[in-house]
């Protein structure tokens, strides 16, 4: 099993970066593939970014491809993504998850195990 842990989240003015973090337990997090996705109010939770088990292949959505960046420490457990040039319709509860999946997967389904968010909330 593995537990995720999100930091980083917190206010910031539009055009300027945050870096979110993702804490893992548990010795397989190596073999998981990892994603961001996030949830605004009123509307369903989208794909952000993943990175599968090695860090070789990343993805991303349109909507944050050149500004927003997924990447992976195994000996540290850790998956981060760093955000710039931020807009405020990145405002959003992000949500980091593991994969058992060999490659970067988009859709929740193929998520095993969630963290519980973290605010990121960017202001005009």
């Known amino acids: 099993q593995v537990q995720l842990v999100e930091s980083g989240g917190g206010l910031v003015q539009a055009g300027g970066s945050l870096r979110l973090s993702c804490a893992a337990s548990?010795?397989?997090?190596?073999?998981?593939?990892m994603g961001w996705f996030r949830q605004a109010p009123g509307k369903e939770r989208e794909f952000v970014a993943a990175?599968?088990?090695?860090?070789?292949?990343?993805d991303y959505a349109d909507s944050v491809k050149g500004r927003f960046t997924i990447s992976r420490d195994n000996a540290k457990n850790t998956v981060y993504l760093q955000m710039n040039s931020l807009k405020p319709e990145d405002t959003a509860v992000y949500y980091c998850?593991?994969?058992?999946?060999?490659?970067?997967?988009?859709?929740?389904?193929?998520?095993?195990?969630w963290g519980q968010g973290t605010q990121v909330t960017v202001s005009s």
């Open positions: 548990g010795r397989a997090f190596s073999s998981y593939a």
């Open positions: 990175i599968t088990w090695s860090g070789a292949s990343t």
């Open positions: 998850a593991a994969s058992p999946r060999s490659w970067s997967p988009r859709a929740t389904y193929e998520y095993d195990y």
